[in-house]
């Protein structure tokens, strides 16, 4: 497994395992309701996942970068959703 690929596995169990729905997720994680993950966030959602601090700005800043479709630098529930569709697969 990669790197990626058990990073992304963690955030599977996290989801999974302490919220009911992805949406709750993004909500509990977006701490100004803004209805979008900043970087400091993300790295919250990462610490609780038990990524490895010295990697989450690294992984937080991929996450943006793969996700962040309409180039704001955050990710928004649209895209958040998407990256969970595909850590489903």
């Known amino acids: 497994m ?3 690929e058990d990073i992304l596995k963690k ?3 996290l989801i999974t395992n302490h919220f009911k729905t992805p949406e709750e997720a993004f909500r509990f994680f ?3 309701a803004n209805g979008k993950l900043s970087k400091s966030e ?3 959602l ?3 996942a038990e990524i490895s601090g010295f990697i989450r ?4 800043s991929k996450l943006i ?3 962040d479709k309409d180039g704001d630098e955050l990710i928004n529930w649209a ?4 990256a969970v569709n595909e850590i489903s697969n």
């Open 11 to 13: 955030i599977q169990i």
């Open 30 to 32: 977006d701490e100004d």
């Open 2 to 4: 990669s790197a990626k």
């Open 46 to 48: 990462l610490k609780e």
């Open 42 to 44: 993300i790295k919250n």
């Open 65 to 67: 970068e793969g996700y």
């Open 79 to 82: 895209e958040f959703q998407a």
């Open 57 to 60: 700005g690294i992984v937080s």
